[in-house]
């Protein structure tokens, strides 16, 4: 029987990802075999309406996807704290975690309103960090609210981001209803951290507009080469995107203003980007691009670390 030759096989391979691509469009441009199943959400306040629950819910909604609520009402307090005191900070905990529990068959009538299901409003007593990064591995997406204020203590937004290892959509201060991103801005840098954002965006891609913000490229694995190297514009197109690609020439401390200026210009209604920081005693340490693009971003980002 005759074996099929290399070029047999590269077309086969070419034809079935023809085929994927083409069987990916479904409804308003979502993508079926890599549709995010299930979204996890930060709940910051008990009461849970906030941005993001409320971005979530649409999210969820569109995309045909399940989503989990959480709600963590952490202790901040140590061992030298008065007893007296610590026991006022207890007891503040637990009608926080009340408070949150009852919210409970209102966000899931509001949730099964807008066709969400399944829907899960989970409650935990704990840091947000932790009680995230726990539930986060069975999740495609987590989002975020940007908070003014944040003390690291569990519950700021680079904990949150570099910790949970899932793609997290981190809402500016000052955002609208919410629309499916349609015009996608990249920052793409050749980084394990930007290619997992990717990633996380291909349910985005067919149909969209993107700019491919491409900067200079780290280099992983000095002394691996490929023949062709990979094309990043040319695999988003591969997964229906229409790509503008804009050279970044800017340093590093200057990449993420640079990043943001082009979005901006672009119209873009989500910014997709690598998440890169650190681990510091008790802290986590975002990078000066991450950091800058969180501090002054308009439009939500998907971050990935």
């Not at 909604?61 to 959480?70: E, I, Y």
Request: charged residues 20%; glycine residues 10%.
């Amino acid at each position: 029987m005759p074996q099929p030759t290399a070029s047999d096989k590269n077309q086969a391979c070419v034809g079935g990802m023809r085929e994927a691509v083409a069987t990916c469009h479904i409804g308003a441009g979502l993508h079926a075999r890599c549709a995010m199943k299930t979204i996890l959400v930060h709940v910051r306040e008990p009461q849970g309406d906030t941005p993001a629950v409320q971005h979530a819910v649409a999210l969820a909604a569109a995309m045909h996807a399940g989503l989990t609520a959480v709600y963590a009402a952490p202790l901040y307090f140590g061992s030298a704290v008065e007893p007296a005191l610590a026991a006022v900070l207890i007891e503040d905990t637990r009608r926080l975690v009340a408070a949150a529990i009852a919210a409970r068959p209102g966000f899931l009538a509001r949730a099964a309103a807008a066709g969400v299901t399944p829907c899960r409003w989970l409650v935990a007593e704990g840091r947000p960090d932790e009680a995230l990064s726990q539930v986060a591995p069975r999740h495609d997406l987590l989002m975020l609210d940007h908070a003014d204020g944040d003390t690291g203590a569990g519950s700021d937004i680079a904990g949150i981001v570099l910790r949970t290892g899932i793609a997290c959509v981190v809402l500016p201060r000052s955002v609208g209803a919410f629309r499916q991103p349609v015009r996608l801005a990249i920052g793409w840098n050749g980084s394990s951290e930007a290619m997992r954002a990717v990633h996380a965006a291909l349910p985005l891609l067919p149909g969209a507009e993107v700019l491919l913000m491409q900067g200079e490229e780290r280099e992983r694995y000095p002394g691996l080469a490929w023949y062709p190297p990979f094309d990043i514009a040319e695999y988003l197109r591969e997964h229906g995107a229409k790509v503008e690609v804009q050279p970044i020439a800017e340093r590093a401390d200057a990449a993420g203003g640079a990043l943001l200026a082009h979005a901006d210009a672009f119209g873009a209604d989500l910014l997709v980007m690598g998440a890169y920081g650190r681990g510091r005693f008790s802290e986590w340490v975002l990078g000066g691009v991450t950091r800058d693009a969180l501090r002054l971003a308009r439009m939500p980002l998907l971050l990935c670390h």
